[in-house]
């Protein structure tokens, strides 16, 4: 059988094209959280966030038989999604202001900007998430992941065990693993 997940996004999307439901779904998975962050952070609203990434992936999966991709499959996918919040903010009557903070001027045809946005996104996610720790736990992450200290130089620095340390650790990834979702928080933070 095949393992879907490591194909290229190439290889799924001449799938998708065949009708392959795997294939969707292997898209789905690996885009479907990034894309919602993206649409979330532009339009500041999860219901229509959750709307916008929905619409693009059932697009997808209606007109999967004439997909022909001219970039990359997330170029594809990021572009369907600030389409479709250009679509809002022109419904909403606030494209024109948003067209002069300069904010729509991305070139989603580049691969490097899409991942740029991609990763300067859910690292602003990532940081809003260790901002929301509890004040000890958030001291004990940050000193482990951003100064890269042991758990017996926080310890000491702390005046707290390093078994205390190791426990705060374990329970600020658990939070973030939940708040981020596993993939995110494999990929970005560990």
């Known amino acids: 059988m095949t393992d879907y997940s490591t194909l290229s996004d190439l290889e799924l999307s001449e799938l998708i094209r065949k009708g392959n439901q795997i294939a969707f ?8 959280q990034v894309l919602f962050l993206f649409a979330f952070r532009k339009l500041q609203s999860e219901a229509e966030a959750m709307d916008v990434v929905h619409d693009v992936f059932a697009w997808l999966l209606e007109n ?3 997909l022909h991709l001219k970039s990359s499959l997330s170029g594809y996918l990021y572009r369907s999604v600030l ?4 679509d809002i903010f022109r419904k909403q009557d606030t494209f024109k ?7 729509h001027f991305i ?6 900007t899409d991942f740029l946005i991609r990763e300067k996104d859910i690292r602003e996610q990532i940081n809003n998430e260790i901002a929301a720790m509890p004040p000890r736990m958030r001291e004990v992450y940050e000193l482990k992941y951003r100064e890269q200290l042991n758990a017996e130089q926080i310890g000491e620095k702390l005046g707290i065990s390093p078994q205390t340390v190791q426990t705060h650790l374990k329970r600020g990834n658990k939070h973030l693993r939940n708040r981020l979702g596993a993939a995110i928080f494999i990929v970005f933070i560990l």
Do not use: L
Request: glycine share 4%.
């Open 107 to 112: 070139d989603m045809e580049d691969n490097q």
């Open 25 to 32: 779904k292997e898209i789905y998975d690996r885009y479907n």
């Open 83 to 86: 389409h479709k919040i250009f």
């Open 97 to 103: 202001r948003y067209i002069n903070e300069g904010q």
């Open 64 to 66: 999967s038989h004439s």
